[in-house]
């Protein structure tokens, strides 16, 4: 049985928080965002699809992460990633990359952002959680497939070994999960959460119709049950902290690759649009 815990991170030299949407792999555009807006003293969360998993753990240890960690102590700045549909959930849920500046995090981690060193009052304590439903999962494992035949054909090997050498273009545990029991953790008066960040997000935010996703739900027969399932989990979140006294002030997500914002029930909710390569969709939080 799994001994379950709450992942805390402190941080006491953050002066702003900025949360930014899906940069599909484009680990440069946060580098490029840090360097052409004078970020400082800030913690930046990226809110999914962050694109790890793609490449061996290897390739982000040696080459992707050392140049962002360079940037990030050059500007006193911290990056949390959050997973989303395109990130692999066991390298999430590993902590195997866990620096002073850079961290990537399991779901239902709590950031907690203290005023001074002395941590005698939170500024803002943030919830973290990833996971979403790929609507387009069906092209993407059929892909995966080619693949594996053409490495046993010309490597010889079994299909279980096939698929460990292939690039994986699909994770089949990438939807997000109702942990009730690590929100139970949640010390009110020590993690007091006000900004949750997610990937995806509760069904009464934008968008609320499956509306252009009419070609995936035809080639997918259980697509459109699972993408309500991806939002309840989150309507669930939502509920928990609202009905325990937890006094939200804003949720930004990704995922949808478009930008809204809305104010519900006293809370903003902030949808982040993707990289597009022209300017990073941010929200900004003091």
């Known amino acids: 049985m799994e001994d379950?815990?709450?992942?805390?991170?402190?941080?006491?030299?953050?002066?702003?928080?900025y949360c930014i949407g899906d940069i599909h792999g484009k680990?440069?555009?946060?580098?490029?965002?840090?360097?052409?807006n004078d970020i400082r003293n800030s913690l930046i969360i990226v809110c999914g699809d962050c694109g790890i998993g793609f490449e061996s753990t290897k390739h982000y240890e040696q080459t992707v992460f050392p140049d962002i960690i360079h940037i990030l102590k050059k500007y006193n700045d911290k990056?949390?990633?959050?997973?989303?549909?395109?990130?692999?959930?066991?390298?999430?849920?590993?902590?195997?990359?866990?620096?002073?500046e850079l961290k990537v995090v399991p779901d239902y981690t709590v950031?907690?952002?203290?005023?001074?060193?002395?941590?005698?009052?939170?500024?803002?304590?943030?919830?973290?959680?990833?996971?979403?439903?790929?609507?387009?999962?069906?092209?993407?494992l059929s892909l995966e497939r080619q693949q594996v035949l053409k490495k046993m054909a010309f490597s010889l090997c079994s299909e279980e070994e096939a698929y460990r050498k292939i690039k994986r273009l699909y994770w089949d545990d990438e939807a997000p999960y109702y942990d009730e029991e690590r929100l139970k953790m949640i010390d009110k008066t020590v993690c007091p959460i006000d900004i949750v960040c997610s990937h995806t997000a509760p069904s009464f935010c934008y968008p609320q119709t499956k509306e252009g996703l009419d070609y995936w739900l035809t080639q997918d027969k259980n697509l459109s049950e699972d993408l309500d399932n991806e939002r309840k989990v989150f309507d669930n979140i939502y509920s928990y902290l609202k009905e325990n006294g937890f006094e939200l002030s804003k949720w930004?997500?990704?995922?949808?690759?478009?930008?809204?914002?809305?104010?519900?029930?006293?809370?903003?909710?902030?949808?982040?649009?993707?990289?597009r390569g022209v300017k990073l969709d941010t929200e900004c939080i003091n």
């Not at 809370?267 to 993707?274: A, G």
Request: hydrophobic share 35%.
């Open 4 to 17: 379950k815990k709450l992942n805390i991170i402190e941080f006491t030299d953050v002066e702003d928080l």
């Open 111 to 140: 950031v907690n952002i203290y005023y001074n060193e002395d941590k005698c009052a939170v500024k803002h304590s943030i919830l973290c959680v990833g996971g979403a439903t790929s609507i387009d999962r069906t092209y993407r």
């Open 252 to 275: 930004c997500y990704g995922h949808f690759h478009k930008h809204n914002t809305e104010y519900i029930d006293g809370v903003k909710f902030c949808l982040l649009d993707m990289d």
């Open 79 to 100: 990056l949390i990633f959050i997973r989303g549909n395109h990130d692999s959930r066991t390298i999430f849920d590993s902590g195997i990359f866990n620096y002073d």
């Open 27 to 36: 680990f440069n555009s946060i580098k490029g965002f840090i360097k052409q």
